[in-house]
């Protein structure tokens, strides 16, 4: 069924289920977004699926270049209709999980409504990107918002929460209700910032060593760190003697270390 059509305008394109699209209405919540991002006059935002453009807009209005990338060609085609004449505007049809971010001229805010099916992928390229990055303001599904911010020895804490808070600080925002969004989500949403920091937060000799540690050590989540990783190509008795070298017990579970205890380990296992 054809959308109504919005007032002064084309009507708006219709929300695709395979995109996971949730488009954000509530002016309020946006306002309260750009006030969460500090923007200034003649910054360089990006934001990652723009939607209807209803955050685009007032992007383009607090600070100077935005670059929005979107997935879909029908919601290009609308926001060439409504924002296109914007001289500070570049739209960019791309998938934000392979552009290439060195287009964009730093340093950079990234302020988005993030599509919530892709949210986990997008987060990892964003922290690759960090040293080009001064700060995130993401709204984001709850549940994952509430992983980036997980301390060690909660449920919630993963692979995601080590490498947010590797390189950033971690600050919660607000939540927002579904009745923000049309279609409505099931589930709740909220606003977090991500704040690079000037180095990580522990110094490791091999970054990608380091989260291949992490990745093995939580990807069995039921079973000890020295299981966990044997189970992922690590030498048993390898990994047990860096276990002891860093007076780790070897019965715990990944989701008890902290960025320090993997550190430790990832030095003791090179």
């Known amino acids: 069924m054809t959308p ?11 929300a695709r289920k395979s995109l996971g699209q949730h488009f954000l209405i509530d002016p309020n919540i946006v306002r309260k977004i750009v006030r969460l991002a500090e923007l200034q006059p003649g910054e360089t ?24 990338i979107e997935l879909d060609p029908a919601l290009c085609d609308y ?15 791309a998938d934000a999980l392979h552009y290439e971010y060195d287009q964009i001229p730093g340093p950079m805010l990234v302020v988005a409504n993030l599509p919530y099916y892709v949210s986990t992928p997008i987060l ?9 990055v001064m700060r995130m303001v993401l709204m984001l599904q709850e549940e994952v918002a509430i992983r980036l911010a997980a301390s060690a020895g909660g449920k919630d804490y993963s692979v995601l929460s080590v490498a947010a808070q590797f390189s950033c600080e971690v600050r919660m ?17 909220a606003v977090v910032v991500l704040t690079p920091l000037p180095k990580p937060r522990v110094s490791v000799p091999d970054e990608a060593f380091f ?9 069995h989540r039921r ?16 990994v047990a ?10 019965r715990r579970r990944a989701e008890t270390f902290t960025l320090s205890d993997f550190a430790d380990l990832t030095v003791a296992l090179q």
């Open 4 to 14: 109504p059509p919005r007032r002064n305008g084309p009507p708006f394109p219709v």
């Open 45 to 68: 935002v990006l934001e990652i699926g723009p939607g209807r453009g209803i955050l685009t807009e007032a992007l383009l209005e607090a600070s100077g270049l935005v670059v929005a």
């Open 79 to 93: 926001l060439r209709t409504t924002l296109g004449s914007r001289p500070n505007l570049k739209l960019v049809e």
């Open 124 to 132: 990892f390229r964003l922290l690759k990107e960090r040293q080009r």
């Open 173 to 189: 925002g607000f939540k927002v209700a579904p009745s923000c969004f049309r279609p409505r989500p099931r589930v709740g949403s």
């Open 211 to 219: 989260f291949k540690v992490v990745r093995s050590g939580f990807a």
């Open 223 to 238: 079973k000890a760190v020295l299981n966990s990783l044997r189970d992922e190509g690590f030498e048993g008795a390898r």
């Open 241 to 250: 003697a860096a276990l002891k070298k860093t007076n780790l017990d070897p």
